[in-house]
């Protein structure tokens, strides 16, 4: 083949690789493991565009890598395919979504597979199929049958706390449950019915039933997570959201936050990942002290961190979803405060903690008395107190706190400056009103010997008591939808939760007529026909949210095909820990930290031996697009270019960059684009349309989106590989842009060039390398090796360029060279090199299976130095002189040169300077 041509090979080893399992992989205990995991991918309707597979192609690269250094290598994929989309088309269009989600995956896996991507497809999981959540409803089953004991700080069967209240009642329990969870005796257990029983132990299973604040999606009919919500609206399809208390089931991921934070320091994750984490678990270590409601008998306990500045409070401040406020607000304040409440209560709790300039809020008509100082201070109702952080309450300090100053400060409020001793009592000038008050027994202290005595005291008192909160709520469960995994319950007789007996599940989503809520506003299940438990008792009619399927999909992916268990004891000790997981920080504080629970709870129960799932997580930036525009002057059809909008009136509008090539426009194809361009005039600078252009993320509605078939198609897939690497540094964002593939293209066309010539002849040759092709060889092994064990791909391709750039400029088509040369290419670009591997070189067996060259380090020792010889301050000639010669050695050598005698001839030598590996100096 005399060109190097890419849609004759690259199909042929894609099926080459599929036909013969190439890339199937099976316990193997002589072989040390390795696990590569992409995160999840949604199959959604748009596919891949060309910013979706970076992230595969390095995990791609490293799973090859170590394939070649021996290495059994578990690199399998999936789709996380329950999701609103599929749903939202069901109800648009009556298909049912498992159509959709199917044509979904078919298109992707196409889109895949072209780009050369080297899954194990014999393990591809879906969430959405029967046979993969049958064991997700098994895991909800066992959590249900679990609580939390603090004193092992570990989940156990829930059986053994039924014993011990058989036997003890409450008392001895050191458990998570819930703040009013019930006191009671061993008789009065006894005693009770099996629905009170039943109740009671919903206050400490690990997955619950509870009234809780939502995110509820009127327009999507269900509710959202927190991280699913941004600025009041739903992140998918921006509709308005709003906090609505509903009965849910919740998943108690608090019982673990102390785990879930101690345990980052020991990962090999991102600081700013694990800074992402424990801002989200937030743990606080405070306390928490009384409020009296002045002239009431109801006290309202507030949490704090510095309770030591407990002398500066000068307000309190209730939540909005607070459940006293009804009570602790006055006649005059009524209207007030209800408006402000349904105002406040539709913000999410993310856009409220992370919302620092907006200034809210009502003043309750009632006070509190300062526990310490017996003051009365106003209560007022803030959406910047999170009813789930806490009590609900808190004190508010404006001296020692930002948001606290500013509210006062908006609000008129009193701020009072905590001072020690006989200090001058001066008005303070950091604060613009207020006054001074005595810090009395806290004089002297620092902060942190303050806080314990001020704890102490307010213990001491009974007015207080110490506290370790989290910022982290309870997870919600359920979703009010139908695409997702039904949650294995139903309801006996007395209402109570009952779990589907093991040896029944799955149980299967049933078919419904329709996707929306009932009439009656029972969630979509509620449609289904005579769907009920042995004919008699209903089922749950939520669903499990998105995070469920995805919480777990990296154990069954160890043994997707058992039917017997979610993944057999011999897999999960074998392959273990992820060890390294490629994906987004969008997952941050989702579906990364719902992975660690399952985990470290399926660890806490003996299903699995590894506490944490992913040992290395490397999270890659995002492809950009680059967006393109038209300026269309106004009232016509007149398009104006680049360089020439400002002369005229013009409106900017979006066009598809696939009809724009480095900025300048195809005219005939814009035509054809859109019917009402047809007619389009173009107003033209040297001849040409030139297009503005801006970098922005990639979306269908800038038409900025480059689907990476059409890239492949003309360029070829190790080309798309070998670029999206030659970007830039796996982490950053960086902008696509084709102006720079056509060099990768050409670099592959180059090496193509050491295997044939121009005539398609085949030009490699059996000799014996010279030190000087080795070196190259060798400083590219080197190169590449350490590259990608760190990750870092930028940097290998200019390497690749290098080296065959080398080779080609002293004619090396020698097959040692070469031969190797291929095997450390093929992780980048394994179509060329697989064909070249058998083709030119003659080989059988795949290149996947050699053996990863041994760097040489000897062949990169310099022999020589080529020394610049100066005489009388001029450079006359360079010499090679040996790396260990002496100085007497070297000036005997330069003397022979035949150069320096012409210079030097009989005059007499006033110095010699030799610095080794640098010059020569010769002054006559």
Known sequence: MSEYNHNSFEPKWQKYWQDNNIYKVDIDKSKPKYYTLDMFPYPSGAGLHVGHPMGYIASDIVSRYKRLKGFNVLHPMGFDSFGLPAEQYAI???????????????TFKSQMNKIGFSFDWSREVQTSSPEYYRWTQWIFEQLFNAYYDKDENKAKDIAELV???????????????????????????????????????????????????????????????????????SERGGHPVERKKMKQWMMRITAYADRLLGNLDRLDWSDALKEMQRNWIGKSIGCELDFKVADSDITLTAFTTRVDTVYGVTYVVLAPEHELIPTLTTDAQKEAVEKYVEEAKNRSERDRQSDVKTVSGVFTGSYVINPLTGEKVQLWIADYVLSGYGTGVVMAVPSSDDRDFRFANHFDL??????????????????????????????????????????????????????????????????????????????????????????QLPLNLPEVENYLPTPEGDPPLGN????????????????MPGWAGSSWYFLRYMDPQNKEAFVSKEAVEYW????????????????????????MFLFDMGFIGHEEPFQRIVNQGMI??????????????????????????????YVDVNIVNNDELDTEKFKEWRKDYADAEFILEDGKYMCGHVVEKMSKSKYNVVNPDVVIEKYGADTLRLYEMFLGPIEQSKPWSMQGIDGVWKFLRKMWRLFYNDQGQLVVTDGKATPEELKILHKTIKKAGEDMESLSLNTTVPAFMVCVNELASVKCHKKEVLEQLLIILSPFAPHIAEELWHEALGHEDSVILASFPEFDASLLVEASHTYPVSINGKMRVKIDLPMDISQEEAKEAVFANEVVKKWVEDKPIKKFIFVPKRIVNVVV
Request: charged fraction near 25%.
């Open 92 to 106: 648009e269009t009556g298909q049912h979504p498992a159509i959709t989600t199917e044509q979904n995956i078919s």
């Open 163 to 233: 014993k011990h209240f058989e036997a003890n009642g409450s008392e001895g329990i050191n458990a998570e449950c819930d703040d009013d969870a019930t006191v009671f005796t061993a008789e009065d257990w006894k005693g009770y019915s099996d629905s009170e029983k039943a109740t009671i132990l919903l206050q400490y299973r690990l997955t619950f039933l509870s009234e809780a604040m939502v995110n509820w999606c009127p327009a999507l009919g269900t509710v959202l997570a927190n991280d699913e919500v941004k600025d009041g609206v």
């Open 414 to 503: 009193p701020i009072i400056r905590v001072i020690e001793g006989t200090e001058d009592m001066e008005d303070p000038t950091q604060v613009k009103k207020g006054k001074m008050i005595n810090s009395g027994f806290l004089n002297g202290l620092d902060s942190d010997e303050a806080i314990k005595v001020a704890i102490d005291k307010l213990v001491e008192s009974g007015q207080g008591k110490a506290k370790v909160n989290f910022r982290i709520r309870d997870a919600v469960f359920s979703r009010q939808r139908y695409w997702g995994e039904p949650v294995p319950v139903y309801f006996d007789e007395n209402d109570s939760p009952q779990l589907v007996p093991d040896q």
């Open 528 to 543: 289904a026909k005579d769907w009920k438990f042995d004919d008699k008792f209903g089922y749950e009619l939520t669903t």
């Open 576 to 599: 273990n820990q992820v060890d390294l997981y490629v994906g987004g920080t969008e997952h941050a504080t989702g579906h990364l930290l719902y992975s660690r629970f399952w985990n």
């Open 624 to 653: 950009q697009g680059r967006s393109n525009f038209v300026y269309r002057v106004k009232g016509t059809n007149q398009f104006v270019s680049y360089g020439l909008r400002k002369d005229y009136d013009v409106q900017p509008l």
